[in-house]
């Protein structure tokens, strides 16, 4: 039984590490839109290479 709960555990872990991810890069995506900041690959193309 408690191997059982371990690997449910383990599985819903598994799971919900990889959409907290997501949801957390979504966040700081909507976060520069709102305060105009420009995404990364925006402003590292906008600056002149070395």
Do not use: W, Y
């Amino acid at each position: 039984m408690a191997a059982q709960r371990a690997s449910d555990i383990d599985m819903a872990c598994g799971l919900l590490i990889p959409v907290l991810g997501n949801f957390a890069m979504l966040l700081r995506k909507r976060q520069r839109l709102v305060h105009g900041e420009p995404a990364k690959a925006t402003a590292t193309a906008a600056q002149p290479s070395a």
